[in-house]
T-cell receptor, first 112, second 115 residues
Framework: QKEVEQDPGPLSVPEGAIVSLNCTYS??????FMWYRQYSRKGPELLMY????GNKEDGRFTAQVDKSSKYISLFIRDSQPSDSATYLC????????????FGKGTLLTVNP | NAGVTQTPKFRILKIGQSMTLQCTQD?????MYWYRQDPGMGLKLIYY???????DKGEVPNGYNVSRSTTEDFPLRLELAAPSQTSVYFC??????????????FGPGTRLLVL
């Protein structure tokens, strides 16, 4: 079983749709969870950062962590064509372990 | 701040040639990382450094070397280029000691094609 699983898509939605992106993981030591957005031919940039379980909202984006199920989600409300990108989940156990474990990324296209 | 910068943006190498990918950060971050990203394969850690003079192997170090003589610079060296090293290379940095220390900041990438 891979440490982090992420459906690669591609996912295509109409503008204004609610998008749900997900990752599952197997390492129960993970407690820091991130979502990175990567536009075509660019480097990843941090979108959301969450510690432990719960929800975090930032504008149209909501990150959700369920540690009991080892499942994290990113919701995008009122999706826009500018949201078209690859979304990578990343996680870390923290402490002295500073390395991130990444999912493979989900390619999202929002059609006008 | 420019953040993390990488040069070159794109390079074509012949099999057996050598090159150095440059990475510089101006955020005074102590940790730096090199990743490669292949289509559909996510980011794989090649090497990382926790400070000047200290480096260690990541998940896929074979065929690469690194050095870190200053806090700002973390070059990646390919000694004998092989087609399997065709990829997009990302450098990243983070500050271990502040809030959100797990957060890594990425450069724009170097696209390498080995023919």
């Amino acid at each position: 079983q891979k440490e982090v699983e992420q459906d690669p898509g591609p996912l295509s939605v109409p503008e204004g749709a609610i998008v749900s992106l997900n990752c599952t993981y197997s390492n129960s030591a993970f407690q820091y969870f991130m979502w990175y957005r990567q536009y075509s031919r660019k480097g990843p940039e941090l979108l959301m950062y969450t510690y432990s379980s719960g929800n975090k909202e930032d504008g149209r984006f909501t990150a959700q962590v369920d540690k009991s199920s080892k499942y994290i989600s990113l919701f995008i409300r009122d999706s826009q064509p500018s949201d078209s990108a690859t979304y990578l989940c990343a996680m870390s156990s923290g402490g002295s372990n500073y390395k991130l474990t990444f999912g493979k990324g989900t390619l999202l296209t929002v059609n006008p | 701040n420019a953040g993390v910068t990488q040069t070159p943006k794109f390079r074509i190498l012949k099999i057996g040639q050598s090159m150095t990918l440059q990475c510089t950060q101006d955020m005074n971050h102590n940790y730096m990382y090199w990743y490669r990203q292949d289509p559909g394969m996510g980011l794989k850690l090649i090497y990382y450094s926790v400070g000047a003079g200290i480096t260690d192997k990541g998940e896929v170090p074979n065929g690469y070397n690194v050095s870190r003589s200053t806090t700002e610079d973390f070059p990646l060296r390919l000694e004998l280029a092989a087609p399997s090293q065709t990829s997009v290379y990302f450098c990243a940095s983070s500050y271990f000691g502040g809030a959100r220390k797990e957060t890594q900041y990425f450069g724009p990438g170097t696209r390498l094609l080995v023919l």
